[in-house]
């Protein structure tokens, strides 16, 4: 499985952006899958995260400005970024555990990030 993020940029203060992850290989089955994120000098941190249902949780910093959604029939993440900040600027990795086939151990996979700067 592979993991192919994108949509990242420069974008001002108050701006939006939407992310985007293709997974795309052997797919069985993708199960839970989530957005995170690592700014320079401090460990990653989940952001976002939705499972195979349509749940969703969120970390407390973006609630009420990130959407995070998927489309299972074309095994693609999304997340929707509104009213960004300076403290949003980070690389955005996306995750997903899954199946590459009936049977298979169930594996985590990253996509290479993808950086969102927001400026001030």
């Known amino acids: 499985v592979q993991l192919q993020a994108s949509g990242g940029g420069l974008v001002q203060a108050g701006g939006s952006l939407r992310l985007s992850c293709a997974a795309s290989g052997r797919i069985f089955r993708l199960n839970d899958m989530g957005w995170y994120r690592q700014a320079p000098g401090k460990q990653r941190e989940l952001v976002a995260g939705?499972?195979?249902?349509?749940?969703?949780n969120y970390a407390d910093s973006v609630k009420g400005r990130f959407t995070i959604s998927r489309d299972n029939a074309k095994n693609t993440m999304y997340l929707q970024m509104n009213s960004l900040k300076p403290e949003d600027t980070a690389v955005y990795y996306c995750?997903?555990?899954?199946?590459?086939?009936?049977?298979?151990?169930?594996?985590?996979?990253w996509g290479q990030g993808t950086l969102v700067t927001v400026s001030s």
């Open positions: 939705i499972t195979s249902g349509g749940q969703t």
């Open positions: 995750k997903a555990d899954g199946r590459r086939f009936l049977g298979d151990a169930r594996q985590e996979y």
